[in-house]
T-cell receptor, first 114, second 115 residues
Framework: DQQVKQNSPSLSVQEGRISILNCDYTNSMFDYFLWYKKYPAEGPTFLISISSIKDKNEDGRFTVFLNKSAKHLSLHIVPSQPGDSAVYFC?????????????FGQGTILTVHP | ETGVTQTPRHLVMGMTNKKSLKCEQH?????MYWYKQSAKKPLELMFVYSLEERVENNSVPSRFSPECPNSSHLFLHLHTLQPEDSALYLCASSQGLAGGLETQYFGPGTRLLVL
């Protein structure tokens, strides 16, 4: 049973437009959510996070929204740039773990066209 | 060196070989992780070490053997692997705070091919 799902395997966006990547989760114990970006042949790079006490967190061009009632989070990238083309993973952490155990989604491949 | 480093970056081995993957973190973290990433699958957590003690082992076959000699170093010893073990092996570290709510930082990975 996959507890974190990214239902869109890929997304294609024009440069300058908004990219919206979505993630759904099923475990109501998750209280910390992260987005990672991964280029080919590299490890995932931390992008932005949000805890369950917030519904929005912004960092430059990146904003993460959390809808706890819908168990849904999204990552908005505005404006999108060709360098943003990568695989984006969402991840979640549950309350009370003694270390930062993360459950990952399958990833969404974002392609930003010039 | 900064962050999390992994060596080697690429490894080709036969099914009868024995090899080791090395991970080193320069972040002063207390928790370290091994993940496996196969094509079109989510990252699979393999092992977790917190303060050099193994705290999680996710039903990983015994042909994978982790070792954490200190909080900065993590090894994954490989022997008699199968072709389906070919994947990207990622190491990560985090502060290891009680209660979670922390970020993991990843190394670049070792691309393993088992022939």
């Amino acid at each position: 049973d996959q507890q974190v799902k990214q239902n869109s395997p890929s997304l294609s966006v024009q440069e300058g437009r908004i990219s919206i990547l979505n993630c759904d989760y099923t475990n109501s114990m998750f209280d910390y959510f992260l987005w990672y970006k991964k280029y080919p042949a590299e490890g995932p790079t931390f992008l932005i996070s949000i805890s369950s006490i917030k519904d929005k967190n912004e960092d430059g061009r990146f904003t993460v929204f959390l809808n706890k009632s819908a168990k849904h989070l999204s990552l908005h990238i505005v404006p999108s740039q060709p360098g943003d083309s990568a695989v984006y993973f969402c991840a979640a952490s549950a309350i009370g773990t003694s270390y930062g155990k993360l459950t990952f989604g399958q990833g969404t491949i974002l392609t930003v066209h010039p | 060196e900064t962050g999390v480093t992994q060596t080697p970056r690429h490894l080709v081995m036969g099914m009868t070989n024995k090899k080791s993957l090395k991970c080193e973190q320069h972040l002063g973290h207390n928790a370290m992780y091994w993940y496996k990433q196969s094509a079109k699958k989510p990252l699979e957590l393999m092992f977790v070490y917190s303060l050099e003690e193994r705290v999680e082992n996710n039903s990983v076959p015994s042909r994978f053997s982790p070792e954490c000699p200190n909080s900065s170093h993590l090894f994954l010893h490989l022997h008699t692997l199968q072709p389906e073990d070919s994947a990207l092996y990622l190491c990560a570290s985090s502060q290891g705070l009680a209660g979670g709510l922390e970020t993991q930082y990843f190394g670049p990975g070792t691309r393993l091919l088992v022939l």
